[in-house]
């Protein structure tokens, strides 16, 4: 059975919203102290700095994996980096949520380069990507169009989760306590170490 790229971008974008990390905070203490409006424009800079991800790991592990005694390998190595990505996000401390270190209202496009730079310079993040193009790299099934639309529809679910965090911005400052936010912290590493293992034993069956 084929996987259904559009399915399966979904899936991974919702996973990947689910992280709360920089990203996610500085979305709801933007749209807390400035605004939803700013808060989106923070998500469509965070959105464009994974895009520049997308192609960079896509293509350097396009160029790797014709490298005969590397191709075998790049789903374990992107097993691994989610496995590992899963284990630091459980055990990861959970944060308070404040808008106190926040500066008057800022330029809107002060707000788009801070949303690149945020997601930009998170070296999980990278690896995250990383491990992605590892996993699209070993489905032989995907051509072009394939792989275009589950890379549209991931990036696409992220944005949209990310607006609706800014436009929900003060519920889920009353909602998610700090129990609650470790709980899905949980949930989610767990959720990033089982594709991480299926990545991996995909891989191996594929090998053998």
Same mark, same amino acid.
């Given at each position: ?72 390998? %790049? ?27 926040? #500066? ?20 999980? #993040? ?27 529809? %991931? ?20 909602? %998610? ?32």
């Amino acid at each position: 059975m084929i996987d259904d790229p559009i399915l399966e971008g979904v899936k991974i974008g919702l996973l990947l919203s689910m992280m709360i990390g920089p990203v996610f905070f500085a979305l709801i203490t933007t749209s807390l102290a400035h605004g939803f409006r700013r808060s989106a424009l923070l998500a469509f800079g965070v959105v464009v700095s994974d895009l520049i991800y997308v192609f960079g790991s896509y293509l350097g592990v396009h160029f790797l994996k014709k490298i005969p005694a590397l191709e075998d390998y %790049l789903g374990f190595v992107g097993g691994v980096i989610l496995i590992g990505f899963g284990i630091h996000f459980m055990v990861k401390k959970v944060i308070p949520i404040t808008t106190e270190n926040l #500066v008057a209202k800022p330029k809107k496009r002060t707000l788009f380069f801070q949303g690149i730079g945020i997601n930009g310079i998170n070296p999980f #993040v990278m690896l995250f990507w990383l491990s992605i193009a590892s996993m699209v790299s070993i489905k032989s099934s995907w051509g072009t169009s394939e792989r275009v639309f589950f890379y549209g529809s %991931l990036l696409l679910t992220i944005f949209g989760i990310d607006i609706l965090k800014a436009f929900l911005a003060s519920s889920f400052r009353s909602i %998610l306590s700090p129990n609650l936010r470790k709980a899905i912290q949980i949930f989610a590493g767990f959720l990033i170490c089982y594709f991480g293992v299926k990545m991996i034993w995909g891989t191996i069956s594929a090998v053998l």
